[in-house]
């Protein structure tokens, strides 16, 4: 079954970086897109970045949200099945549970994490 495990979160201060990871298996990792969401207290989970599945046909691009834009940075390692989410110049609103995901190109059901914590403060 698909399984997805982040790790690298923490408490940084404002300013600082944090890398993202999410170990995949259960489903062939470089035909599906994958993507890191975010949700922060009170707040609904919204997409963060995500890049396409690694085949010529893929119809999608990498995207990030606009609020994290120029500072965050996905890459995928299809040998490795992992997918890593780079943070630079984090701020306070970044502060939230951050989940990788996926879903099956053929259905709708989206899987996601156990989701990893990110606390900045100083």
């Known amino acids: 079954q698909v399984q997805l495990v982040e790790s690298g979160g923490g408490l940084v201060q404002p300013g600082g970086s944090l890398r993202l990871s999410c170990a995949a298996s259960?489903?062939?990792?470089?035909?599906?897109?994958m993507s890191w969401y975010r949700q922060a207290p009170g707040k609904e989970r919204e997409l963060v970045a995500s890049?396409?599945?690694?085949?010529?046909?893929?119809?999608?691009?990498?995207n990030y949200a606009d609020s994290v834009k120029g500072r965050f940075t996905i890459s995928r390692d299809n040998a490795k099945n992992t997918v890593e989410l780079r943070m630079n110049s984090l701020q306070p609103e970044d502060t939230a549970v951050y989940f990788c995901?996926?879903?099956?190109?053929?259905?709708?059901?989206?899987?996601w994490g156990q989701g990893t914590q990110v606390t900045v403060s100083s």
């Open positions: 890049t396409p599945a690694s085949i010529p046909s893929a119809r999608s691009t990498t």
């Open positions: 995901s996926t879903r099956h190109p053929w259905a709708s059901q989206r899987y």
């Open positions: 259960g489903f062939t990792f470089s035909t599906h897109a």
